[in-house]
């Protein structure tokens, strides 16, 4: 049977190991990060969401033209296969963003003018 000493000490010696772990992840993504990217600042940022609007719009554009043609309601292989592809390009683009976000929420990249 533990006592209570002995669980606060496991707790903390497990806090401890996890900041560590913490510290050597954010010295990495930011060495790594920093290599590819040497300067991020706000345009770029913006830029970025930016395109993801765009993405998302287009697809759906193409959602919504499904149901233009009341005569067919049922879309042709090629209508989907668009779709599809627009949908893909905007997730990539969305998740990318939101590892940027979380990038910078973690101390991994700094934002150059903030």
């Known amino acids: 049977m533990t006592d209570g000493k002995d669980d606060?000490?496991?707790?903390m010696n497990q806090k401890r190991f996890l900041g560590e772990i913490e510290q050597v992840i954010?010295?990495?993504n930011r060495e790594r990060i920093h290599?590819?990217?040497?300067?991020?600042?706000?345009?770029k940022?913006?830029?970025?969401?930016?395109?993801?609007?765009?993405?998302?719009?287009?697809?759906?554009?193409?959602?919504?033209?499904?149901?233009?043609?009341?005569?067919?309601?049922?879309?042709?292989?090629?209508?989907i296969e668009e779709m599809k592809s627009r949908r893909l390009n905007y997730e990539e683009a969305?998740?990318?963003?939101?590892?940027?976000?979380?990038?910078?929420?973690?101390?991994y990249v700094d934002v150059d003018g903030i």
């Open 8 to 11: 606060y000490q496991h707790l």
């Open 26 to 28: 954010r010295s990495v």
């Open 35 to 43: 290599e590819n990217i040497p300067l991020i600042d706000k345009e």
């Open 45 to 79: 940022i913006i830029s970025l969401a930016k395109v993801v609007g765009y993405l998302r719009a287009r697809y759906l554009e193409s959602a919504f033209r499904l149901g233009l043609d009341a005569d067919n309601p049922i879309p042709d292989k090629p209508t």
């Open 94 to 107: 969305r998740m990318a963003f939101e590892s940027l976000r979380e990038a910078i929420e973690k101390g």
